[in-house]
């Protein structure tokens, strides 16, 4: 098999991971280039071999003995190009007639002609893709549906100049990609301000600057919606007590989608209802999109790929919608993540999980009960947030969870990445950077994302932080397609959970290794002293 350099950094998670001829699984190829001679070498991930720092990539300049990677990785390269015609006209469109002569070809035109129209039509205002959002506009039917994006005026020098600094995501964000150097060891810093990371994806915060009006472009009154949402909050809780208000309109929201019930508990003190919720808008399932990203989740049908399994999906090699799936066994074969509803753990960092797409005779064939749908059915375990001792408000189940059972995902208005800049500081521990599949250092990273739930999202935004957590995190794509680069982040439970136990996920999962294998770890920048009271607790949590 392939020669691996392996180095002191380098790490095997599972000693008996490869095989009598010390072959190891490798999960697919996830990046190609060419090499100074022109010749072209292959980013490769393993399955059950990673690094301290997370990554589990490696370059391969031979692929000849793995055909079938190799021209599974063309198919998802012709793919990508052809979405990205279609989101984007201006796109250039890399492709060689001499050996596919059908990528650019006049579909793809005409797909980039109407996706111009498209965008030469589009109104300036927000709106609410979700069915949440919906429910909750026909409940306040005389405010603005959206919260609007606070934003304030970049401070370029400021940004510049300050010595914010952001840690890398918890999800490789340095692969072994970078040709000329080896990954550190412990996650690198990254130029830009953030805070926890959770292992497909990451929290995270900025640091201080002063509140600023200002991005044109978001939006014409972001206030008066606010403010109007404020004043109806306040004219309720005259007839309701704040506590009573919020899980009344979290109920309507809850079961619009047909999920089990929120209750707000505290036994600590006399706080009624976690900060900042009057303007709170509660959203279970999915994220609020701007009219300037919807074309992620309203693709043309025939960019989907759809599957024609009857009922339920159940043999992942034969089920469409797994194509372009990076989840194989060691046979390099497409399997399922979920096993009788719950997650199996099988999915390596990095890898986003594919559940089928939207049931309806234009998407999948199979039907809600789909065993590959698991991560977007409806919630159905009651959660309570609570008031904790040391951390705020937290989120616990009513009932036990057995070991893989999926919890729900994290939800809140989608952003760019660069626009997270300019939201005010008070948003700063709300935000999830989608970030885990990025790679450090990519060529053609495309456009990046994340989820800020500081006015809108659910339950998920009141997961604490802990050293030895009983969640983790992964990356979840349906309804759209993995190269749009907005998955949803998923809960799981990584045991069996006594109910009334206060769920967690660690913010930075990476260095809960790091810290485990060398006996200590350095704390993070902006890092703040942790409560989470675990027996090998870190000393601090990545904020
Ligand atoms: C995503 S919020 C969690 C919900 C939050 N507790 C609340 O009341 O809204 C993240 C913030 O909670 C607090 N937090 C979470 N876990 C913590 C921990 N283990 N130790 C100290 N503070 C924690 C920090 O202030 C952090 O920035």
Known sequence: MWEESTSSEETWSDADGGNEQGEWPVTG???????????????????????????????????????????????KQ????????????????????????????????????????KLDNVEPELTSLNWDAECDRSLRCDEDPV????????????????????????????????????????????????????????????????????????????????NTRKDNFALSSRLLPPHALLEKKWRQATRNVSAASITIVNEIDDEEVPPHMEEFMYTEQKYIVGKELEFIFTLDED???????????????????????????????????????????????????IECNKASQFF????????????????????????????????????DLPKGKVMGMFTGQLVRREHIENLPDSHANYIFDLDGTEAKGEANPGDKYSVDAFECGNWTRFVNHSCEPNMKVYSVVFDTVSSMNAPYVAFVAMKYIPAQTELTIDYDPYAGEEAVSVGKSKAAPNAKPCWCGAERCRGWVKV
């Open 29 to 75: 190829i996830v990046g190609e280039e060419l090499t100074q001679a022109q010749s072209p070498r292959y980013e490769v991930r393993w399955d059950q071999w990673h690094r301290k720092d997370g990554t589990n990539t490696t370059w391969q300049p031979d692929m000849e003995d793995r055909r079938d990677l190799l021209s599974k990785w063309k198919r």
């Open 364 to 399: 999948c064939h199979c039907d809600a009960n789909c065993a590959n749908r698991v991560a977007q059915r409806p919630r159905d375990i009651a959660i309570e947030i609570f008031k904790t001792k040391h951390c705020g408000w937290g989120a616990r189940a009513v009932e």
């Open 147 to 226: 919260p609007r994006l606070r934003t304030r005026r970049t401070d370029s020098a400021a940004v510049e100049g300050s010595s914010r600094s952001r840690h890398s995501p918890a999800s490789p964000a340095v692969r072994s990609g970078n040709k000329d150097s080896k990954p550190s060891s412990s996650p690198s810093v990254r130029s830009k301000p953030l805070s926890q990371t959770a292992s497909s994806a990451s929290l995270r915060s900025l640091s201080k600057t002063p509140d600023r009006p200002t991005r044109a472009s978001s939006s014409s009154s972001p206030s008066s919606s606010r």
């Open 78 to 117: 012709r793919y990508k190009r052809n979405i990205a015609a279609a989101r984007d006209p201006s796109i250039k469109i890399m492709w060689d007639p001499a050996h596919d002569p059908t990528v650019h070809n006049r579909a793809t035109d005409l797909k980039a002609q109407a996706r111009r129209e």
């Open 303 to 353: 960019l989907f790929l759809r599957c024609e399994c009857y009922s339920s999906c159940q043999d992942a090699t034969k089920c469409h919608c797994q194509t372009n799936s990076e989840l194989n066994d060691t046979m390099g074969k497409n399997i399922f993540a979920y096993s009788r509803g719950l997650f199996t753990f099988r999915v390596p960092r990095g890898v986003e999980v």
